[in-house]
Nanobody, 117 residues
Framework: QVQLVESGGGLVQAGGSLRLSCAAS????????MAWYRQVPGKQRELIAT???????NYADSVKGRFTISRDNAKNTIYLQMNSLTPEDTAVYYC???????????WGQGTQVTVSS
């Protein structure tokens, strides 16, 4: 069983930076796709960044150029470096692991990011 635990959220001023971490326990089989989503109350969860087993990264237009997703396979951890934050980035951020051949999704519990103006 895979468990994902996010950390690194908090309160930051507009223009600031945060780095989120997502530590995975258990075996995450390859090929897989790791991702960060975010959700604002009353809105659908938004996919903002993905990274595959071969380190191919993709971003939503809303974060492209400001956010960077990365992974450290030795530590079973993925990261989301968030720069130039704006109040519109305020949300609960969720880590996701998708095991491609098994078509199984795992989710973390979420971490709150609040950006003040």
């Amino acid at each position: 069983q895979v468990q994902l635990v996010e950390s690194g959220g908090g309160l930051v001023q507009a223009g600031g930076s945060l780095r989120l971490s997502c530590a995975a326990s258990g075996v995450i089989f390859s090929p897989n796709r790791m991702a960060w989503y975010r959700q604002v109350p009353g809105k659908q969860r938004e996919l903002i960044a993905t990274i595959t087993s071969d380190d191919t990264a993709n971003y939503a237009d809303s974060v492209k150029g400001r956010f960077t997703i990365s992974r450290d396979n030795a530590k079973n951890t993925i990261y989301l470096q968030m720069n130039s934050l704006t109040p519109e980035d305020t949300a609960v951020y969720y880590c996701n692991a998708y095991i491609i051949l098994r078509k199984i999704d795992y989710w973390g519990q979420g971490t709150q990011v609040t950006v003040s103006s």
